[in-house]
């Protein structure tokens, strides 16, 4: 079946540096890509749209200076937290979308990060 | 707008217990439903999927039936394992390509 992977799993970093998060789609090819945020205990959280050659749409809140989204190929999309603070600590999840199969979605196993 | 509500947890059973979890939907047009599956550090599983109204979506012994005239789209479960623990998410998608996510219920299942 299909699947996304997602790299690092885990991050730690310190205050004020910034994390680049990758998400690939191994057999397939996404020209749409989701980035969600999801803090302990609940749910998903849209953060951004990320479209094969063309810029992210972000959500309503969400700082796209400070969320860099790169959809650079159609298996490849970047998220880079900028400068980054205690508080941007959290499980990030990123969601693959298949054209050929109805768009279905296909999520990464998620990556922790966590400020110091 | 669109919206997805479910039951409140954490949702506590023994082995074997039957499951339900509620989930009711608000949406414009017909959206497309799906339950959803998160163990724990990991990211999220797709359990089952139901596009149009009466169909029944099932998997691993999970099955939730897409109720146009209720709104709902509930989980249930003849005989729950200790390997059902886990969060679960329902979620709804209309054309617009975004999925819209409730807000997670979490399942203990005891020995």
């Known amino acids: 079946g299909a699947v996304v992977s997602q790299h690092p799993s885990r991050v730690i970093c310190k205050s004020g540096t910034s994390v680049k998060i990758e998400c690939r789609s191994l057999d397939f090819q996404a020209t749409t890509m989701f980035w969600y945020r999801q803090f302990p205990k609940q749910s998903l959280m849209l953060m951004a749209t990320s479209n094969e050659g063309s810029k992210a749409t972000y959500e309503q809140g969400v700082e796209k200076d400070k969320f860099l989204i790169n959809h650079a190929s159609l298996t490849l999309s970047t998220l880079t937290v900028t400068s980054a603070h205690p508080e941007d600590s959290s499980f990030y999840i990123c969601s693959a979308q298949n054209a050929d199969r109805g768009n279905e979605q296909y999520f990464g196993p998620g990556t922790r990060l966590t400020v110091t | 707008g669109n919206s997805v509500t479910q039951m409140e947890g954490p949702v506590t059973l023994s082995e074997e217990a039957f499951l339900t979890i509620n989930c009711t939907y608000t949406a414009t047009g017909y959206p497309s439903l799906f339950w959803y599956v998160q163990y724990p550090g990991e990211g999220l599983q797709l359990l089952l999927k139901?596009?149009?109204?009466?169909d029944k979506g099932s998997n691993k012994g999970f099955e939730a039936t897409y109720r146009k005239e209720t709104t709902s789209f509930h989980l249930e479960k003849g005989s729950v394992q200790v390997s059902d623990s886990a969060v679960y998410f329902c979620?709804?998608?209309?054309?617009?390509?975004?999925?819209?996510f409730g807000a997670g219920t979490r399942l203990f299942v005891k020995a």
């Open positions: 139901a596009t149009k109204a009466d």
């Open positions: 979620a709804l998608k209309t054309g617009g390509f975004k999925t819209i």
